[in-house]
């Protein structure tokens, strides 16, 4: 079955870094449409980023310039790098996969999604 497992996640100073890591299984990752979301106490899940098959990405307005998606097709890792990091960046992240919804443009459009790594920001 569809498995993701992230890492990575933990406490940092505003602008500090991170890099999340997700570990994928039981579907065709080399094909698949990957990518991140992450939820805030009181807030409404947010897409962060997405990377297509062919390595094409897209961000959130918030976090573009910030942070990086990529992809490792033979380990079958999506990384999620995160410079400049705020408070406003505090949240529960979650990797997510599209599997067969068509992989559009959209970042809430997701199939699966991991159980979560927390990523907190001290001013």
């Known amino acids: 079955q569809v498995q993701l497992v992230e890492s990575g996640g933990g406490s940092v100073q505003a602008r500090g870094s991170l890099r999340l890591s997700c570990a994928a299984s039981?579907?065709?990752?080399?094909?698949?449409?990957m990518g991140w979301t992450r939820q805030a106490p009181g807030k409404e899940s947010e897409g962060v980023a997405r990377?297509?098959?062919?390595?094409?990405?897209n961000y959130a307005d918030s976090v573009k310039g910030r942070f990086t998606i990529s992809r490792d097709n033979v380990k079958r890792i999506v990384y999620l790098q995160m410079n400049s990091l705020n408070v406003e960046d505090t949240a529960m992240y979650y990797c997510?996969?599209?599997?067969?919804?068509?992989?559009?443009?959209?970042?809430?459009?997701?199939?699966?999604w991991g159980q979560g790594t927390q990523v907190t920001v001290s001013s």
């Open positions: 997510a996969v599209d599997l067969y919804l068509g992989c559009d443009d959209s970042l809430s459009t997701w199939t699966n």
């Open positions: 039981g579907f065709w990752y080399s094909r698949a449409c």
């Open positions: 990377i297509r098959s062919d390595g094409t990405t």
